[in-house]
């Protein structure tokens, strides 16, 4: 099992930086991506960036250039850092970490935090 821990989220104006941290806890040997996800009011979950353990990422179009994850394997810890932040962009952020071990796949969620901007 594996908690997901994360904070960061808030209220900031258009324009403006956050940055998302994600601690991970429990079994990490079943983790090897990791990466976030964001849900709007009435829209579905979708991804925003991911990295692996050998630090490959990828990221939402809308948000490349702007948005960069990171990953300190030592701390398990994903962090998601927000620039120039615009009203779309605001939503409920969810750290996820995933994996496949023998054939069995693993995916853990944490428990979401509010990002919101303001225009």
């Known amino acids: 099992q594996v908690e997901l821990v994360e904070s960061g989220g808030g209220l900031v104006q258009a324009g403006g930086s956050l940055r998302l941290s994600c601690v991970a806890s429990?079994?990490?040997?079943?983790?090897?991506?990791m990466g976030w996800y964001r849900q709007a009011p009435g829209k579905q979950r979708e991804l925003v960036a991911a990295?692996?353990?050998?630090?490959?990422?990828n990221y939402l179009d809308s948000v490349k250039s702007r948005f960069t994850i990171s990953r300190d394997n030592a701390k398990n810890t994903v962090y998601l850092q927000m620039n120039s932040l615009k009203p779309e962009d605001t939503a409920v952020y969810y750290c996820?970490?995933?994996?496949?071990?023998?054939?069995?796949?693993?995916?853990?969620w944490g428990q979401g935090t509010q990002v919101t901007v303001s225009s």
């Open positions: 996820n970490a995933a994996g496949t071990v023998a054939a069995i796949r693993y995916n853990y």
């Open positions: 429990g079994s990490m040997f079943s983790i090897s991506t």
């Open positions: 990295i692996t353990s050998g630090s490959s990422t």
